[in-house]
């Protein structure tokens, strides 16, 4: 938070020692701003929220422990335990694995003694060193930033990324790039026409059925030209379509 947070920040916290019965002092409210300074204010305010309904702690005022404790439960951060079964597969060059930057740094240092085959003095390592850079995150109030590391098999690449957008890891505009683009059906009429498989003709337009016919029987009749012309003709028609990644 920075200092013109302030005046949002202690109608919050007033508000909340208020619902208690309780008024903080002027005192109270800049101690508890300037410990959870490093924090932004939206998640603290969230946070403050998250504790008027807790079960075991939201009967009592608010202490900067309390929010501290929320901010830690809603920042994205896995635990270590998980953290260390989320970037196991990413030893495999095939596989691509969502990390955050925090476990991508304690994985480097755990990578020499997995490839060694000493996965127990890995994930010692491992954990040691990603509960150091989690805490020093959680200190200066990041949140999780999750990642992309890309292995080369394209389609856990494609099954990876989906998964981590469907689960709210990535936004799908920041990975739009790299999912397999979806087939249209005029893209799927224009292959048919070398597979021999059909598009059932409600799913296209009547202009874009007159112009597939036309290069239908280009292709029947041979003629080069016409069939060029028709061509030309469908690919301005088709939008949409994107490169697959390799």
Known sequence: MVESDIEAFSRAWRGAWRARDRDPTPEVIAQAFKALAPYPLALVLRALELHTVDTARGHFVPQPSDVVRQVQAIDGHPGAQEAWALVLPAIDERETVVMTREMAAALELARPLLLAGDEVAARMTFIEHY????????????????????????ERRQVAIERAVATGL??????????????????????????????????????????????????????????AAAADALAAKVKGNTTSPP
Request: hydrophobic share 35%; proline share 6%; glycine share 10%.
């Open 131 to 154: 509960q150091r850079r989690l805490h020093n995150a959680r200190r200066l109030g990041r949140s999780a930033h999750w990642q992309l590391s890309l292995g080369y098999d394209p």
């Open 170 to 227: 990535l936004p799908r505009e920041s990975v739009a790039h790299l999912l397999r683009a979806e087939v249209t059906p005029e893209g799927r009429a224009i292959a048919g026409l070398l597979t021999g498989t059909t598009t059932p003709a409600a799913a296209l337009s009547p202009d874009f059925q007159a112009r597939l016919q036309q290069l239908r029987e280009g292709i029947q009749k041979g003629c080069r030209g016409d069939l």
